[in-house]
């Protein structure tokens, strides 16, 4: 059964730290998403990783990619406040598999 | 037109009503997902049409039953629900192709009485 196991499952910080969260997978994939929900609300698609190697970037969050060792990360530079939300990382493994998410809150 | 659009965003209902949510996008998308969302959980996977038909089912339970009327509408039809189906459904289409993602809806808050 694949899993996508995200650590940390919370993330208290302060605005101008950076941080990194991890997306590990357990089977073979190179396709990978990374969505951000707030409260109440529905999924945002914020990265499509789709190879070995992949990297974007978009303001102050970087996704990065690599299928060998089953793993992503998604980045934080100098968090402000409006980065708050929870972010899920999903492996395309024929449908969606999601991670647990990760619960991001940036103190002042 | 960009989007998937969901109605109604909040529903209340009763645990002997049938009601009905539905999901709309123009797009083009030739498939179609129905997901169900508990509060702090990740969505959780319920059925996907694909060309209009059921492809997938994860073992559902029949009091929730999907339709696909056309390649644009998705709706699913609820009847006899439990206090534990309350959660946020959301539905989701897909262009289709190896390198695309999934765009979702702004989602249905349900609560059962």
């Known amino acids: 059964e694949l899993k996508v196991e995200q650590n940390p499952l919370f993330l208290s910080m302060q605005e101008g730290k950076n941080y990194t969260i991890y997306c590990n997978y357990s089977?073979?994939?190179?396709?990978l998403y990374w969505y951000r929900q707030d409260p109440g609300k529905s999924l945002e698609s914020l990265f499509v990783l789709l190879s070995n190697g992949a990297v974007k970037q978009e303001g102050r969050l970087m996704a990065s990619l690599d299928t060998k060792a089953r793993l992503s990360t998604l980045h934080i530079t100098a968090a402000v406040h409006d980065l708050s939300a929870t972010y899920f990382c999903?492996?395309?493994?024929?449908?969606?598999?999601f991670g647990q998410g990760t619960t991001l809150q940036v103190k002042p | 037109d960009t989007e998937v659009t969901q109605t109604p965003k909040h529903l209340v209902m009763g645990m002997t009503n049938k009601k009905s949510l539905k999901c709309e996008q123009h797009?083009?998308?030739?498939?179609m997902y129905w997901y169900k969302q508990k509060a702090k959980k990740p969505p959780e996977l319920m059925f996907v049409?694909?060309?209009?038909?059921?492809?997938i089912n994860e073992s559902v339970p029949s009091r929730f039953s999907p339709e696909c009327p056309n390649s644009s509408l998705l709706n699913l039809h609820l009847h006899a629900l439990q206090p534990e189906d309350s959660a946020l459904y959301l539905c989701?289409?897909?262009?289709?192709?190896?390198?695309?993602?999934?765009?979702f809806g702004p989602g249905t808050r349900l609560t059962v009485l």
């Open positions: 049409y694909s060309y209009e038909k059921l492809s």
């Open positions: 989701a289409s897909h262009p289709g192709g190896l390198y695309n993602e999934q765009f």
């Open positions: 797009m083009g998308h030739r498939a």
């Open positions: 999903a492996v395309d493994a024929g449908k969606l598999i």
């Open positions: 089977t073979t994939s190179d396709r």
